[in-house]
């Protein structure tokens, strides 16, 4: 109530003559940091909305707009020292087209943070991003040590630099916040560290703790649905590298991954040289897949070594998986049988790994390592038919899978030497055919990268030697020992569409939404009310919400008032229905 309040006063001190002659402009609701100025162009401020609207299409889910020449990220990183950091990167489209590095002055692209603030009371383990919404949203989980799944709404929509005030600050970023971030609370059902999260869809939110469990949480309400329980492992001496306590043994879930189909997921624990099989839709384990000695020793897990996966993974097509070891990954087939065994030359620790998205018909896996490289692999397939050696027939051809060493992004050729905890890969809006690499080392710096169509096609050559690929955009130094990174590709912004800190018609648009939303569960309801019988309480309840939003928009703009008025006599007409029945 008090922020329309304040609305109506700017609009009536705007609508006053002013001694000063000025041109005609239009005063927006423009909150960053709780100030409220901006003044926009008139000759945009002036142009209708619908021709503003119209210059946007959707593309593979994204709204391009003709007038947009950059490409905005959203970037969110977590760390030891507790900080949540999201940043937004906005790159010039002429930059991802150059084929050199560039210097990290002569470097085009601009950032500003969104929020900066201590998220946990102790270090953030991991987070993680969901889908995108159909109100330009995402959910985003954090966890931590502190036993807790901070939640959390981002909008989708890149902000508008052309509105945001400066402010002063010590750091050279400056500052974009949105108003539409949201915190949502947190889940506290696990009882140790958080080790992993991850969002099987919009309506799912999986988590992984210490405590040898994961929770299915859904996200329409944040009920916890169900519980996986992993046996405690026995002790089995100790491992090098362990950092249980005395007496303890070490525990915890260090990474699940979920079939494409959503009906199976692989888990791979602390202490356990073994992998377990899940069924999502009993909510019951379904097996067991020892680790033999052979393949350890082969993928560089020694007799003193711990021997379990530190991380697993699906392929795009869910027809095979792979789990990484500390210094090697092994590639099994759908029957769990051992297929390639890779490891990283030269050697170092491995500390993520996925495979790169919108890539069709092809299947290239990213290895993070300790050297500061990202080490490609491709998924070959050859299928070669196989003869029985009686009669000289044929069998049906058989499929051998193999990583092939494809290509590598930075390391020493490359002036890095900082190990990269986390990295995430996003193909470019199109008609662009290119992927946008943004890496995370722990020396605070996030870089990204730009990887061509080009420059993963696969190479006939044999060559011991990686060949060396991607151009580096930019760099941004975040200031903390990063652990953790999510990233996504923002919607472009029509003039005066969507919401956010930076919109110049934020209060008109969002009103209008809100008279519309519920007026549409009023309907809903109706109509169930109807089908159903139920007498008229029930449905005054139903349209008590929406009944409270004409008040609210009662008080707002006259077009808003008509909306209200429009909205209000369609209700009457339904009113009059129902009493008819």
Not at 152 to 181: C, D, G, M, Q, W
Request: hydrophobic letters at 35%; a neutral charge.
């Amino acid at each position: 109530m008090a922020g329309l309040i304040g609305k109506r006063k700017r609009e009536q001190s705007a609508a006053q003559p002013s001694a000063f002659k000025k041109p005609r402009a239009t005063t927006s609701a423009t909150a960053v940091n709780g100030k409220n100025a901006a003044i926009l162009d008139p000759e945009t401020s002036n142009a209708p909305k619908s021709a503003a609207k119209s210059n946007g299409s959707a593309q593979n889910g994204h709204v391009e707009t003709r007038s947009s020449t950059d490409i905005t990220i959203q970037v969110v990183t977590g760390s030891y020292e507790r900080v949540l950091h999201g940043f937004t990167a906005t790159i010039p489209k002429k930059s991802v087209l150059v084929t050199s590095p560039l210097s990290e002055d002569s470097s085009p692209v601009k950032y500003a943070d969104t929020f900066l603030f201590a998220a946990h009371t102790s270090s953030i383990r991991t987070l993680a991003l969901s889908p995108a919404t159909q109100n330009n949203k995402r959910f985003l989980a954090t966890g931590g040590a502190d036993e807790r799944i901070n939640l959390y709404n981002l909008s989708t929509l890149a902000p508008s630099t052309a509105s945001t005030p400066r402010f002063p600050s010590l750091s050279r970023s400056k500052i974009a916040e949105n108003v539409s971030n949201q915190a949502l609370g947190n889940l506290i059902h696990h009882d140790r560290a958080i080790s992993c999260l991850h969002f099987a869809s919009k309506s799912k939110l999986f988590s992984a703790a210490e405590e040898n469990t994961i929770g299915i949480t859904r996200t329409r309400d944040w009920t916890l649905l169900s519980t996986l329980k992993a046996p405690i492992p026995k002790p089995a001496g100790r491992p090098s590298g362990d950092t249980a306590a005395p007496g303890e043994v070490p525990t915890g879930i260090n990474d699940f991954a979920i079939h494409p189909s959503e009906k199976l997921m692989l888990s791979v624990s602390r202490g356990e040289r073994c992998m377990r099989l899940w069924n999502l839709m009993t909510g019951k384990k379904a097996g067991v897949l020892n680790f033999t000695r052979e393949m350890l020793g082969k993928v560089g897990e020694g007799k003193y070594s711990s021997g379990e996966g530190r991380r697993v993974c699906w392929t795009p097509d869910g027809g095979s998986y792979v789990v990484a070891f500390e210094r090697g990954v092994v590639l099994f087939t759908l029957e769990s049988e051992v297929v390639d065994v890779v490891v990283v030359e030269p050697r170092t620790k491995v500390h993520q790994m996925r495979f790169l998205p919108g890539l069709y018909g092809r299947s290239v896996l990213a290895i993070s390592t300790e050297d500061g490289r990202v080490v490609l692999y491709e998924l070959a397939s050859p299928s070669t038919p196989a003869s029985d050696g009686t009669n000289g027939n044929s069998l049906p051809a058989t499929v051998k899978l193999a990583l092939k060493p494809l290509a590598q992004i930075g390391g020493k050729a490359a002036g890095i030497s900082g190990r990269i905890r986390d990295f995430e890969v996003l193909p470019l809006p199109a008609p662009s055919t290119d992927h946008l690499l943004i890496t995370a080392s722990s020396d605070g710096a996030v870089r990204f990268w730009k990887l061509s169509q080009a420059s993963l096609a696969p190479t006939e050559e044999d060559s011991q030697d990686l060949r060396q690929v991607g151009t580096l955009i930019s760099t941004h130094e975040t200031g903390n020992r990063i652990t953790c990174l999510g990233a996504f590709v923002m919607d472009a912004r029509g003039n005066g569409d969507g919401d956010g800190a930076a919109n110049g018609d934020e209060g008109e648009t969002s009103e209008e939404e809100e008279v519309a939303m519920p007026l549409l569960r009023y309907l809903e309801e109706v109509s169930r009310a109807l089908y159903l019988g139920r007498d008229s309480t029930k449905l005054a309840w139903a349209g008590f919400p929406f009944y409270g939003t004409l008040q609210r928009a009662a008080c707002c703009t006259s077009d808003q008032q008509a909306a209200a008025t429009e909205h209000g006599a369609e209700l009457s007409k339904i009113q009059h229905v129902y009493s008819a029945h």
